[in-house]
């Protein structure tokens, strides 16, 4: 956290005091032969500026020391209470106590998600995975883009200030218990380098990145990106098919949660199933009747997919069932077919 807290100029200034007080002591010790705590009091009355007298005389030598050591204080001091005044009237205290307070909140989080960069593509990424019911935690240097976000709820988001290329970064995110990596950052090179140090840290990790270039997509599938995703591309593609099937692009407007009939598209694996219902047909679900949702694909435990799967179709254990519904009907086959 230290790391992340940019601390440096306080270190700084807390370095320089500590080496102008050295200087003192050895400056009387060496130029009037004072013993080490007569070295230390003069040092301290001198640096304080509180006018108590000299031990004894000092010499020609011991005034020009003096002269220049008081002035050299005061610039330290000078810097001092300036950087001080700093954290704590310009809230970088309050920051790094939010910082403290965050890192041991992500302590306790697993199989969360993990979003680098709050940008366009970031903050709807997150807001996506909020709505549905995952964990998340945001990465992010620009603490401008997080001033003013919260939650759906209202809530602080769980952020991490940082740079996400960074190993210490990641590790303060929870990587390592972590289940998905959506890296969403501006520059393809920055996603890259986020992409290969997250599967370096957790090689089970799914990681999703973004991408601008066409030419980023290959080097990020082999920095160990699972899926790249090229917000442009898409954006292109989906204006020309809201002239060419402009009904088929307003379903999948539906699914993805716009407009006023919004659909959900709900995956329900086969370990998910209650036990009564295992082992049955679709037929023998009979999903549709229960809750009015369709069960509109398979995806099978050896990884060939099935669309619009036949009714006497009986999922096997490693199979998931993919189902569209509005979210009453999806919230209705939850409550009845999830564990």
């Keep these: 956290m230290w790391k992340r807290a940019n601390l440096s100029r306080f270190v700084g200034a807390v370095l320089l005091t500590v080496l102008g007080f050295a200087t003192g002591i050895i400056g009387f010790m060496t130029i009037e032969d004072y013993n080490f705590l007569d070295a230390v009091y003069m ?3 001198t640096i304080s500026t509180v006018g108590f007298g000299e031990l004894h005389p000092l010499s020609v030598a011991g005034r020009l020391f003096v002269s220049g050591y008081i002035f050299f204080n005061l610039l330290v001091i000078a810097y001092l209470v300036s950087v001080l005044t700093t954290y704590i009237f310009d809230g970088e205290l309050r920051t790094i106590f939010k910082m403290f307070k ?33 964990r998340v935690v945001v990465v992010e240097q620009n603490q401008e883009l997080l001033r003013d976000a919260a939650d759906d709820n209202g809530a602080t988001i769980p952020t991490v200030i940082g740079d996400a290329t960074t190993d210490e970064t990641l590790l303060a995110a929870g990587i390592q218990r972590a289940r998905a990596l959506i890296t969403a950052l501006p520059k393809d090179a920055d996603n890259v380098f986020v992409a290969l140090t997250a ?14 270039l066409k030419t980023s997509e290959s080097k990020l599938l082999r920095a160990g990106a699972d899926s790249v995703v090229m917000p442009d591309e898409i954006g292109g593609s989906h204006m020309a098919n809201l002239v060419m099937r402009p009904e088929v692009i307003r379903f999948l407007e539906m699914m993805n ?6 659909l959900r598209l709900e995956e329900l ?9 295992q082992g049955l047909s679709i037929r023998e679900l009979d999903i549709r009747s229960r809750t009015g949702a369709t069960v ?10 099935t669309v619009s799967p036949s009714a006497d179709t009986r999922p096997s254990p490693g199979d998931v069932l993919l189902v569209l519904g509005t979210e009453e009907q999806i919230n209705a086959l939850v409550g009845q077919f999830r564990v």
């Design 43 to 45: 040092t301290m009355i």
């Design 102 to 134: 965050t890192d041991q909140e992500i302590r306790g989080y697993h199989d969360h998600v993990i979003v680098c960069g709050f940008g366009r593509n970031g903050s709807k990424a997150y807001h996506e995975l909020r709505a549905s019911g995952a």
């Design 199 to 212: 599967r370096e840290l957790n090689p089970n990790l799914k990681i999703i990145a973004r991408a601008s």
């Design 257 to 262: 949660g716009l407009g006023p009939n919004k």
């Design 269 to 277: 694996s086969y370990r998910e199933i209650r036990r009564e219902f």
């Design 296 to 305: 509109i694909g398979l995806k099978q435990y050896t990884g060939e997919f």
